[in-house]
């Protein structure tokens, strides 16, 4: 299949009267990771329940290959292709090794079958030992992971996973991590999972989705600052505490802005040129995602660069470091 | 006071050497008890849950009908049941009247309201994560129900056991329509009634201790299965 597997179109949700989505248009394809980002509220577990066929959405539709979601046949059969887990999972009264063997059961699969099934899974999960226990004596983070292994087990074509990395200790966030990666390499997955923490989304996913005013767009979940737009001498100016910031952009008054942290140029001297916007700064932090290092300056706001490692080494960028961060006004996204 | 230890002897006597006419009151007792709570297990642990996991209309005023139902006093049931299975009766040409049957579906009228509204509550308070987990996991509608139900299994089973304390407790009805017939119909609680207004303390007393210890061991599975489901 080389068209899309799931495709939103002119998706809305409400809960009352309150908005959470208004998405036009989005698409995902097959075997990638996507990673959807945004605050606490901003709708991450709706939107995947939304995609699970777990909740309906208030207009528009879903299709997963080329099917409406909400208004198919069969739609058991859809259902079972994609499984989600929750960022609070609920367990079965039972042992480790039952909840893991659910999907199969429902789905009447031969016992040899789903004992080999369960045992690879449980394997992957790093589990294995602890497959007689009851769930009650779990922790957090095996708790998570034995939901992780109930969703894998059954295969799914895609794997919702609802913030796996909320509710547990670093050992495991790493663990879980890893479990991501292995699965989508080695299985072909196509996963999509929500997270608050930018940093894990750029670690983990192929392409990272942000949820910013009600819509899903491609747009670096970064340098998001909410202020005012206002018009002097022609030059459209984004205010925020003592900031001012050049954009283009038709609109005026309150608004949320956001800079993709690739498009910021830093320097440890002043960067001439014709950009807008230059500001001097220090460095905050910086840590590495992936082969780049991402770099926080204070500039009066806090600004997440994007660097390669090769020019983070040779600008000898330190945390405490005076620097210049550069960018042009068309950089400056504007909803 | 020389009435009562005299009692309590005859009475240690009596279950020691495994009285005969005292096992026959028991047996009839635990028969007629353990038939009546099966089948109103039978009717109220689906009404209850079905009750239980839908939302409709009018479902408050079914709940509160139903702890009326609770309330109800066993003589009216007995006075109920009487007038459908007395010679006149719609159910009169069954010749059900005065035979433990009767008793059994007087427990049964008894029994299932308690059964109901215990599973009702059982699954009105579980997780609702359950049936989102069991569909995401690609269960059909029957399966999620069934998981449900699992899951709230151990307040299921305290709604059965509720349902037998109370129906194998009950006196009112039993004496109405099994017409405590001795060796037939004749449960631990008429014997007591009856060997109690005879002067038979000792009797009595044995069947009471016997009766004691049934709702004990009741009360503790009670209590443990309502602890498991927490």
Excluded: W
């Amino acid at each position: 299949m080389n068209g899309p597997l799931f495709v939103l179109q002119r998706l809305k949700k409400s809960f009352g009267d309150r908005e959470i989505f208004d998405v036009p248009y989005a698409e995902l394809f097959k075997g990638k990771i996507y990673a959807i980002v945004g605050p606490n509220g901003a709708g991450k577990t709706t939107i995947l329940r939304i995609l699970n066929a777990l909740e309906r959405p208030t207009s528009g539709t879903v299709f997963y290959k080329g099917e409406d979601l909400y208004s198919s046949s069969d739609p058991l059969r859809l259902q079972r292709q994609m499984t989600m887990v929750m960022q609070n999972p609920y367990l079965f009264n039972t042992t480790v090794y039952k909840n893991v063997a659910y999907g199969l059961k429902v789905r009447n699969l031969a016992p040899k079958d789903t004992r080999n099934r369960v045992e690879e899974t449980l394997e992957l999960v790093g589990l294995s030992h602890i497959r007689e226990r009851r769930v009650a004596n779990l922790s957090g983070g095996e708790a998570q992971r034995v939901a992780i292994a109930r969703g894998l087990v059954i295969d799914p074509e895609v794997l919702l996973l609802d913030e796996p990395t909320a509710n547990v200790d670093q050992v495991n966030i790493r663990l879980i991590e890893e479990i991501v990666l292995t699965i989508q390499e080695e299985r072909d997955t196509t996963i999509i999972v929500t997270t608050h923490n930018p940093t894990q989304a750029y670690l983990l996913a192929d392409k990272v989705l942000s949820i910013i005013n009600k819509n899903i767009t491609e747009t670096y979940y970064e340098n998001i600052f909410q202020g005012e737009i206002e018009e002097a001498n022609g030059t459209k100016i984004f205010k925020k505490n003592s900031m001012e910031i050049c954009l283009v952009s038709d609109k005026v008054g309150r608004a949320i802005i956001s800079i993709d942290p690739r498009d910021i140029v830093i320097s440890p001297k002043p960067f001439d040129c014709r950009a807008r916007n230059s500001f001097r700064g220090t460095i905050k932090e910086i840590s590495t995602i992936k082969d780049q290092v991402k770099v926080v300056v204070d500039a009066g706001l806090d600004f997440a660069v994007m660097v390669t490692k090769g020019s983070c080494t040779e600008m000898a960028l330190m945390i405490g470091s005076e620097v210049f961060l550069t960018f042009k006004a068309s950089s400056v996204h504007v909803y | 006071m020389f009435l009562i230890t005299e009692g309590l002897k005859r009475a240690f006597e009596l279950i020691f050497s495994l009285d005969p006419e005292v096992l026959s009151v028991v047996l009839v007792s635990v028969k007629v008890s353990l038939t009546a709570t099966l089948l109103a297990t039978v009717a109220g642990v689906p009404l209850g849950f079905v009750i239980g996991i839908n939302e409709f209309r009018g479902k408050k005023v079914v709940t509160i009908l139903l702890n009326t139902l609770m309330a109800i006093p066993t003589v009216v049931i007995g006075l109920t049941v009487y007038a459908f299975i007395s010679r006149q009766g719609p159910l009169g040409p069954l010749g059900l009247l005065f035979s433990p049957s009767a008793i059994i579906i007087g427990d049964i009228v008894l029994g299932t309201p308690i059964i109901t509204a215990f599973t009702l509550s059982a699954v009105h308070g579980i997780d609702e994560r359950i049936h989102t987990t069991a569909t995401t996991l690609g269960a059909t509608k029957f399966q999620v129900a069934r998981t449900v139900l699992a899951e709230a299994r151990f307040g299921v089973f305290a709604a059965v056991i509720a349902g037998f304390g109370r129906v194998i407790a009950e006196v009112g009805s039993a004496i109405m329509l099994g017409g405590n017939i001795k060796g037939y119909s004749r449960t631990i609680t008429t014997a007591i009634a009856l060997e109690t207004s005879k002067g038979e303390f000792g009797f009595g007393i044995a069947l009471g201790i016997i009766l004691l210890t049934v709702a004990f061991s009741i009360n503790i599975l009670f209590h443990y299965f309502q602890g498991k489901q927490g």
